[in-house]
């Protein structure tokens, strides 16, 4: 079967890092994808990881582990605007997302 | 074009009513999905087109829901006698390749009432 795990909700405060993590269990793997989703939006997209490692773009990275079945979307200097929904999906063939988790960002 | 474009953005139907959703993927993008969207919850798969070969339809709650892409381009999802628990957002995605990520559309909200 396929599963996605996420927490569900998540707090930081502004101008700090924030660690989301997501395990997973699916038939098949060609790549674990995170993206973002303000309220009432589409999701955009914000990293791929196909190889095990960390994988870093500005403020946001995210690390794979495929034998852990583990990953994780760091944000670092956090910022209000960041406040949303992570999404953790994985592609065998189709996407599937996990439920998401929401980010609140506190002054 | 651009991006990925789905219509209506907005849609109310009466229960009973049959809908169409129509989604136009960014231009040479192999793949294409459809996705449910519950308030607060995660996009839910519900079918998949690698050109116009729907190759897994595994999420389609009932018979009631099709999807179509039959030139590999555009793609319809049609419900039939709508239902209240088919409100939500109705998220398309395409990607260029199996191996790619995928970029949504601004979804279509159905209110059924």
């Known amino acids: 079967g396929q599963n996605i795990d996420q927490p569900t909700e998540m707090t930081a405060t502004e101008g700090a890092i924030v660690q989301i993590n997501c395990t997973y269990q699916t038939s098949g793997f060609n790549g674990l994808f995170w993206y973002q989703q303000h309220a009432g939006e589409a999701p955009t997209f914000l990293s791929y990881n196909v190889l095990d490692g960390l994988e870093e773009k500005g403020r946001f990275s995210s690390f794979l582990s495929r034998s852990k079945g583990y990953s994780y979307l760091l944000l670092k200097e956090l910022q209000m605007k960041d406040s949303a929904s992570y999404l953790c999906a994985v592609r065998d063939d189709k996407i599937i997302f996990g439920k998401g988790t929401r980010l609140h960002i506190l002054p | 074009g651009a991006g990925v474009s789905q219509s209506p953005r907005y849609k109310v139907a009466k229960r009973g009513q049959d809908v169409a959703l129509r989604c136009d993927p960014i231009s040479g993008h192999v793949s294409l999905f459809w996705y449910q969207q519950a308030l607060g919850q995660g996009p839910e798969f519900l079918t998949y087109f690698q050109n116009e070969a729907q190759l897994d339809k595994s999420g389609l709650p009932s018979d009631r829901f099709f999807a179509e892409r039959p030139e590999g381009s555009v793609s319809t999802l049609k419900i039939q006698r709508t239902q209240q628990e088919d409100s939500a957002v109705y998220l398309c995605?395409?990607?260029?390749?199996?191996?790619?990520?995928?970029?949504f559309g601004q979804g279509t909200r159905l209110t059924v009432v």
């Open positions: 995605a395409s990607s260029l390749a199996r191996t790619a990520e995928a970029f």
